[in-house]
């Protein structure tokens, strides 16, 4: 089964802070995917990124940016968090999104700005 | 730009029972993908089914099933035979046919509690 890890689950930081979220997926999936889930406003896309170095905005970018420095691994980066950041962000990759291909999840890090 | 919605902030439904989970989208595209993705209190979303929009015949997966409706743009969710396990959120989503690369767009969910 294709795995897609987030390296933290829970994490607490400060305002102003530099903050990385780090995922990794070990099946060789071109796309991936960064989305924050709030409550009452479902999953809200922030990056995406389709090859390595590429990136495209997603709905909400602000505030974020993105790394993708090799296929496995994409990085999000809070450049200075702010407490309305705090959020459940997921991260997904898939195959190929062209003919359709659904998702593989992380399984979440809950980022509190405190 | 394409929208998803989700009519049913909360459900419930007893074990063993059938309930079935209401999804809407808006789309100008004739070509499309389709799909139901569940997230339990463990947070891992999981895709539940998957629909093609230029097939007519509706996706099953076990006790899951759609019945989707092109002209009415509707996509919901069945659940037979509820277990315990089936708690969780359910997410509709939506992904457009296209040449280039294009994301999932997803509804906000609906909060299934199946109760013993």
């Known amino acids: 089964d294709v795995k897609v890890t987030q390296s933290s689950r829970y994490l607490v930081k400060r305002t102003g802070e530099k903050v990385f979220l780090e995922c990794v997926q070990d099946m060789d999936h071109e796309n991936m995917f960064w989305y924050r889930q709030d409550p009452g406003l479902g999953l809200r896309l922030i990056y995406f990124?389709?090859?390595?170095?590429?990136?495209e905005k997603g709905d909400i970018p602000e505030g974020y940016s993105v790394s993708r420095e090799k296929k496995e691994r994409f990085s999000l980066i809070l450049e200075s968090a702010s407490t309305n950041q705090t959020s459940m962000y997921l991260c997904a990759s898939s195959l190929g999104t062209r003919q359709g291909y659904g998702y593989t999840f992380g399984s979440g890090t809950r980022l509190t700005v405190v | 730009a394409q929208t998803v919605t989700q009519s049913q902030p909360e459900m419930s439904v007893q074990e063993a029972e059938t309930v079935t989970l209401s999804c809407t989208y808006d789309?100008?595209?004739?070509?499309?993908?389709l799909f139901w993705y569940k997230q339990p209190p463990s947070r891992q979303m999981i895709l539940v089914i998957r629909q093609e929009a230029y097939k007519q015949q509706n996706a099953t997966e076990n006790r899951f099933s759609v019945n989707f409706q092109k002209a009415a743009k509707s996509f919901s969710l069945k659940i037979s035979d509820s277990q315990l396990g089936d708690t969780a959120m359910y997410f509709c989503?939506?992904?457009?046919?296209?040449?280039?690369?294009?994301?999932?767009?997803f509804g906000k969910g609906t909060r299934l509690s199946v109760i013993a």
């Open positions: 789309t100008s595209e004739s070509n499309y993908y």
């Open positions: 989503a939506f992904m457009k046919h296209s040449s280039g690369n294009t994301p999932l767009v």
């Open positions: 990124s389709y090859d390595v170095k590429m990136k």
